[in-house]
Nanobody
Framework: VQLQASGGGLAQPGGSLRLSCAAS????????MAWYRQAPGKQRELVAH???????NYREDVKGRFTISRDNAKNSVYLQMNSLRPEDTAVYYC??????????????WGQGTLVTVSS
């Protein structure tokens, strides 16, 4: 299973960006999809996750600003980020728990996409 993330870049404070992540390979099912981020000098942290049924969860400081969504037909997860703040600057990683057609389940990571919020 491979994950390809895109959509990072430079945004001004108060601006918006939309991240996308597409999973490919011999996928049978994906139950959990998430976005993590890692700022320089800090540990990687969970930003938001979404279950196959649509249940979502967000870290407190992004609630009301970020929206996670998924397209099961495309094995894709998205993160709409609004009202961006400088402290949102980080490398963002997509993460999924997926089952393959071989019957194996595993956790997979995308390559990371850099989000920089600065004026």
């Amino acid at each position: 299973v491979q994950l390809q993330a895109s959509g990072g870049g430079l945004a001004q404070p108060g601006g918006s960006l939309r991240l996308s992540c597409a999973a490919s390979g011999n996928i049978f099912s994906i139950d959990y999809m998430a976005w993590y981020r890692q700022a320089p000098g800090k540990q990687r942290e969970l930003v938001a996750h979404i279950m196959s049924g649509g249940t979502t969860n967000y870290r407190e400081d992004v609630k009301g600003r970020f929206t996670i969504s998924r397209d099961n037909a495309k094995n894709s997860v998205y993160l709409q980020m609004n009202s961006l703040r400088p402290e949102d600057t980080a490398v963002y990683y997509c993460n999924v728990h997926a089952g393959t057609t071989d019957g194996d389940w595993g956790v997979y990571w995308g390559q990371g996409t850099l989000v920089t919020v600065s004026s």
